[in-house]
């Protein structure tokens, strides 16, 4: 079945970019049936959406994130991406990408930690 | 953006309770609302979407009800490995949003 796994740097320094993509397998990245995202987790804290990319190309960020976020898809390696810049330690957290269809967020990853730190 | 509130924001119950969470949206939301549990270490897991429907896999034990801002999760018979925290989301609006979590523990 369709797994998704996340993969970057676990240290960013702060102010630098956070940089994390997610490889699908077991399925194509290409369908029109889905889209996909990332979510991000703060320890001890809840769940917080970061941004969506349908294939379409459209793009929807948290309005709270949007200056500093980028999603972008690479349908030749299976792939889709998070750039989040200027990072300080308020974004360190566990990041999930995740897959949805139009029934919410139905696959995800097993999630990465990412620390910002100097 | 569309706010979602979650009660209680914990719970102690012993296995074989039935145990009820409620979501509030600020706005209507239709039937657009899925549940999620989260282990400790894990990832969410979908329980259900579109407020009632159960997720494939997932026990029958579990059930939502609701649409419009209300929302309801409803373990029957709580087992030891329904112990996990909760979170509701909208998918209402392409604005994402989380409840805060509801924890459930063994009193």
């Known amino acids: 079945q369709l797994q998704l796994q996340e993969s970057g740097p676990g240290l960013v320094k702060p102010s630098e970019t956070l940089s994390l993509t997610c490889t699908v397998s077991?399925?194509?990245?290409?369908?029109?049936?889905?889209?996909w995202g990332w979510i991000r987790q703060p320890p001890g804290k809840g769940l917080e959406w970061i941004g969506s990319?349908?294939?379409?190309?459209?793009?929807y960020y948290n309005p709270s994130l949007k200056s500093r976020v980028t999603i972008s898809v690479d349908t030749s390696k299976n792939q889709f991406s998070l750039k989040l810049s200027s990072v300080t330690a308020a974004d360190t957290a566990v990041y999930y990408c995740?897959?949805?269809?139009?029934?919410?967020?139905?696959?995800w990853g097993q999630g990465t930690m990412v620390t910002v730190s100097s | 953006a569309i706010r979602i509130t979650q009660s209680p924001s914990s719970l102690s119950a012993s296995t074989g309770d039935r145990v009820t969470i409620t979501c509030r949206a600020s706005?209507?939301?239709?039937?657009?609302l899925a549940w999620y549990q989260q282990k400790p270490g894990k990832a969410p897991k979908l329980l259900i979407y579109?407020?009632?429907t159960l997720q494939s896999g997932v026990p029958s034990r579990f059930s939502g009800s609701g649409s419009g801002t209300d929302f309801t999760l409803t373990i029957s018979c709580l087992q030891s490995e329904d112990f996990a925290t909760y979170y509701c989301?909208?998918?209402?609006?392409?604005?994402?949003?989380f409840g805060p979590g509801t924890k459930v523990d063994i009193k």
């Open positions: 995740i897959r949805a269809g139009s029934d919410a967020f139905d696959i």
């Open positions: 077991g399925g194509s990245i290409s369908s029109s049936s889905y889209y």
């Open positions: 990319i349908y294939y379409s190309g459209s793009t």
């Open positions: 706005q209507g939301i239709s039937s657009y």
């Open positions: 579109a407020a009632s």
């Open positions: 989301q909208q998918y209402y609006s392409y604005l994402f949003t």
